[in-house]
């Protein structure tokens, strides 16, 4: 993974490059103040300040260099993103103009984020950043490291981030933070209780599994972090169109994105009992697959009739979200990539968030502005409750009809968390499907940063 930390490094004084971070609505100000020669440039490059721009700039001395990078008057994190990838390799000393506000820095970092695992050609210099805010460095560089992590498992192929391979990769952060690690692997599914688990991932040649990653002291308050771990998705014997399968390795994104949570939540030390659990199964296709039409039992006993083995995620969360909720945690946050419902709905770039808890919804808005990381409220409507109606079983795992697809998907897993439990579910896309300062087109942990902002602010002290 990118070094960050060599990125982004305690100003110590030495001759570095001076970016002045510049919005629009102070540019004139900023001419009036500059040299003749610098206003001539300036002009001469039609440089408006807007966001995202770059121009460099002679210095006064000789040797010197020095550059000017457009802003938003309110910068958002990733405000830097552009000038990372823009200035000439080297140090720089940024400084907002004209008050000496802080730097983000987040966007400087993730801009040079290289996901290398298959590349040959050697990366470029780096752009290192000075900086003297401390703490805001420490922040920047977690959930930079947290990000990264992130994307780099959703982007890795499914040949290679099989379900073991993302046992190994909890494991690793287990490993990083001393946390305990437990997996339940193949028929044991079935003998220890997790049938819908074991049913969605029997036909891959990778056995599924229940990952269960625990940190923390056990007389803190009960944190449970649940992912979607479907390493890929063929759609099952409701197979999946050509088109539609092509991004299928970053379905587990939903895991990927709560593992990321989970390790900003050990890094900091935060005094809450962790709990981070991921069914990891890949949904294929063979003689032993689950069919339209089959009942399984689930975990908490209710028994679902399989109208759609494309609707593979909301089973394996439920036998997940019924073992977080046998600890009766003070809270559980899932995130899965579960619904195209939900992208038509509110697009790639926007999760859907699920509650029935009105005081954790608002705290997730809040979070969600605070960071920058947008997502946006969806009702569990109620009244679609019976679309889920089955004739023969509890429930069907999927409603006929084009309608409301991500809210009866989420109605499903609400099934699955006993009233009283505080529960957030996150509709993720869990992908870049256009590239943006910072944030390359293909996998991505969004809501993190809001995600992790309400945990934090709640487990505080």
């Given at each position: 993974?990118?070094?960050?930390?060599?990125?982004?490094?305690?100003?110590?004084?030495?001759?570095?490059?001076?970016?002045?971070?510049?919005?629009?609505?102070?540019?004139?100000?900023?001419?009036?103040?500059?040299?003749?020669?610098?206003?001539?440039?300036?002009?001469?490059?039609?440089?408006?300040?807007?966001?995202?721009?770059?121009?460099?700039?002679?210095?006064?001395?000789?040797?010197?260099?020095?550059?000017?990078?457009?802003?938003?008057?309110?910068?958002?994190?990733?405000?830097?993103?552009e000038a990372a990838t823009r200035l000439p390799p080297g140090r720089w000393r940024a400084t907002r103009w004209p008050?000496?506000?802080?730097?983000?820095?987040?966007?400087?970092?993730l801009a040079q984020h290289r996901f290398d695992r298959y590349r040959t050609a050697p990366a470029k210099p780096p752009?290192?950043?000075?900086?003297?805010?401390?703490?805001?460095?420490?922040?920047?560089?977690?959930?930079?490291?947290?990000?990264?992590?992130?994307?780099?498992?959703?982007?890795?192929?499914?040949?290679?981030?099989?379900?073991?391979?993302?046992?190994?990769?909890?494991?690793?952060?287990?490993?990083?933070?001393?946390?305990?690690?437990?997996?339940?692997?193949?028929?044991?599914?079935?003998?220890?209780?997790?049938?819908?688990?074991?049913?969605?991932?029997?036909?891959?040649?990778?056995?599924?599994?229940?990952?269960?990653?625990?940190?923390?002291?056990?007389?803190?308050?009960?944190?449970?972090?649940?992912?979607?771990?479907?390493?890929?998705?063929?759609?099952?014997?409701?197979?999946?169109?050509?088109?539609?399968?092509?991004?299928?390795?970053?379905?587990?994104?939903?895991?990927?994105?709560?593992?990321?949570?989970?390790?900003?939540?050990?890094?900091?030390?935060?005094?809450?009992?962790?709990?981070?659990?991921?069914?990891?199964?890949?949904?294929?296709?063979?003689?032993?697959?689950?069919?339209?039409?089959?009942?399984?039992?689930?975990?908490?006993?209710?028994?679902?009739?399989?109208?759609?083995?494309?609707?593979?995620?909301?089973?394996?969360?439920?036998?997940?979200?019924?073992?977080?909720?046998?600890?009766?945690?003070?809270?559980?946050?899932?995130?899965?990539?579960?619904?195209?419902?939900?992208?038509?709905?509110?697009?790639?770039?926007?999760?859907?968030?699920?509650?029935?808890?009105?005081?954790?919804?608002?705290?997730?808005?809040?979070?969600?502005?605070?960071?920058?990381?947008?997502?946006?409220?969806?009702?569990?409507?109620?009244?679609?409750?019976?679309?889920?109606?089955?004739?023969?079983?509890?429930?069907?795992?999927?409603?006929?009809?084009?309608?409301?697809?991500?809210?009866?998907?989420?109605?499903?897993?609400?099934?699955?968390?006993?009233?009283?439990?505080?529960?957030?579910?996150?509709d993720s896309f869990a992908w870049n499907n256009r590239a943006r300062p910072g944030r390359p087109k293909g996998g991505?942990?969004?809501?993190?940063?809001?995600?992790?902002?309400?945990?934090?602010?709640?487990?505080?002290?």
């Open positions: 993974m990118t070094d960050f930390s060599g990125l982004l490094i305690a100003d110590d004084g030495a001759p570095a490059g001076t970016l002045t971070l510049l919005s629009a609505d102070r540019l004139d100000e900023w001419l009036r103040q500059a040299s003749e020669r610098s206003r001539a440039l300036v002009a001469a490059q039609g440089f408006k300040a807007a966001a995202d721009s770059v121009l460099l700039l002679p210095g006064e001395a000789p040797g010197e260099i020095m550059a000017l990078a457009g802003i938003d008057a309110a910068p958002g994190p990733f405000a830097l993103a008050e000496a506000e802080p730097v983000p820095m987040l966007g400087w970092l752009r290192i950043l000075l900086t003297r805010a401390i703490a805001a460095r420490g922040e920047a560089l977690a959930l930079a490291e947290a990000t990264a992590l992130a994307r780099d498992l959703i982007d890795t192929p499914a040949a290679d981030m099989g379900p073991a391979d993302l046992a190994a990769a909890v494991a690793a952060q287990g490993r990083e933070f001393s946390a305990s690690v437990g997996t339940i692997v193949g028929e044991a599914l079935v003998d220890q209780g997790f049938p819908m688990i074991h049913a969605v991932g029997r036909a891959a040649a990778q056995a599924p599994r229940l990952i269960d990653l625990g940190w923390g002291a056990a007389d803190a308050p009960k944190l449970t972090i649940v992912g979607k771990g479907i390493t890929f998705d063929t759609g099952g014997l409701n197979i999946k169109p050509g088109s539609a399968m092509a991004l299928m390795k970053k379905d587990m994104g939903g895991a990927a994105t709560a593992l990321a949570l989970a390790r900003l939540v050990m890094q900091a030390g935060l005094r809450v009992r962790l709990r981070l659990l991921i069914p990891a199964a890949e949904n294929s296709i063979a003689g032993n697959a689950v069919r339209p039409g089959d009942v399984l039992r689930s975990r908490a006993g209710k028994t679902i009739e399989i109208t759609n083995t494309d609707a593979e995620g909301r089973l394996v969360l439920a036998d997940a979200l019924t073992l977080a909720a046998e600890d009766k945690p003070d809270l559980i946050i899932d995130f899965a990539t579960l619904t195209g419902a939900a992208r038509v709905a509110l697009g790639p770039e926007l999760p859907a968030l699920f509650t029935p808890d009105e005081a954790l919804a608002a705290a997730f808005a809040e979070a969600a502005t605070e960071t920058a990381d947008p997502l946006w409220r969806l009702p569990l409507w109620a009244g679609y409750g019976d679309q889920l109606k089955s004739p023969i079983a509890d429930m069907v795992n999927s409603a006929e009809g084009p309608f409301a697809g991500a809210i009866t998907a989420a109605l499903f897993l609400q099934a699955f968390v006993p009233a009283g439990i505080a529960w957030a579910h996150l991505e942990a969004l809501a993190l940063r809001a995600a992790w902002a309400l945990i934090r602010r709640r487990y505080a002290g």
